[in-house]
């Protein structure tokens, strides 16, 4: 049985804003904010704080991520007087607990004592495509999301945070080899994880990552990643999984996708291949990319 913890962020950032030295206010974000997710930080070699002046570190990976710039006020002020008008921080929780109930009931843990989770405002203008919101869970007892809260996205909270629990427990079971990932492997990652999603919170929760394109670019990004199952390498696979904006965006190499086209056809490969083999989402988190890529039946 895992336990979790919910950072008080909603506080650390009031906090944050009281501090007007920019620099004071970055340690404050380094070693208050980011010191219970230093693990996961490390794992990713990301340093708290680099050797070098203004050399990468926590505070530029995670405005890369999407976070909100931490001399942003405006942001921070609106996102969090949003987030704390809506109850944000409960919800989290509630689903947090949730989303262990389900799992454990299903005779699944996350590798980890304890879960961690955070909620961080994000800068609007970065996340445009994802309509704001965005998460990362790919290291099992971590889990963080951002958002810069609006009408569409504040009643999907539960939807993605359930989305990276489940990488959580995929995880717990299955390394990430981020050299030799393939775009299957990729796909059906953010398939189970979207799917999970709408299993524990609806259909009508899912995110713009696989609702935002219609049927025909649904079915000519499957052609297109048909071809390209077995591609390597991170940047190589993040073309076929983001699509050409974020690609032109992070320096990727396009090719010829709409925007997260690997995460739209890995949703519609993992529910093909539940509907044929009659399996639960928790029985799919445990197979393997090629039983679900040649069982799902979309692809040659």
Request: charged fraction near 25%; aromatic fraction near 12%.
């Amino acid at each position: 049985m895992n336990t979790y913890k919910v950072v008080d962020t909603l506080n650390q950032y009031d906090e944050l804003l009281e501090i007007q030295d920019l620099e004071k206010r970055k340690d404050y974000f380094r070693y208050e904010m980011m010191k219970p997710f230093k693990l996961m930080w490390d794992l990713i070699n990301v340093p708290l704080k680099a050797k070098e002046q203004n050399g990468y570190d926590v505070v530029i990976a995670s405005k890369m991520l999407g976070f909100a710039d931490v001399s942003d006020d405006k942001s921070i002020r609106e996102g969090l007087s949003i987030l704390k008008a809506n109850n944000a921080y409960t919800v989290a929780e509630n689903t947090i607990k949730n989303c262990i109930d389900e799992a454990n009931g299903a005779g699944l843990k996350i590798n980890a004592e304890e879960v961690k989770f955070g909620l961080y405002v994000s800068d609007p203008e970065k996340l445009k495509l994802q309509k704001g919101y965005t998460g990362f869970g790919g290291i099992p007892g971590f889990i963080t999301v951002n958002i810069y809260p609006n009408e569409y996205n504040l009643p999907k909270i539960p939807a993605v945070i359930a989305h990276e629990f489940n990488h959580n427990i995929r995880f717990s079971y299955f390394d990430w080899d981020h050299g030799n990932v393939t775009v299957g492997d990729y796909l059906v990652i953010e398939g189970l994880a979207e799917s999970f999603a709408k299993e524990l919170y609806g259909e009508e929760q899912i995110g713009p990552w696989v609702t935002s394109m219609d049927k025909e670019e649904l079915e000519y990004s499957t052609d297109v990643i048909d071809e390209a199952l077995d591609v390597k390498g991170f940047a190589e696979v993040s073309s076929y999984m983001f699509g050409d904006e974020v690609a032109e965006q992070e320096g990727y190499q396009p090719v010829g996708l709409p925007f997260c086209a690997g995460y739209a056809v890995g949703y519609k490969a993992v529910q093909s291949y539940m509907k044929k083999h009659n399996k639960t989402i928790f029985e799919a988190t445990l197979a393997s990319t090629d039983e679900i890529i040649n069982g799902c039946g979309l692809f040659s």
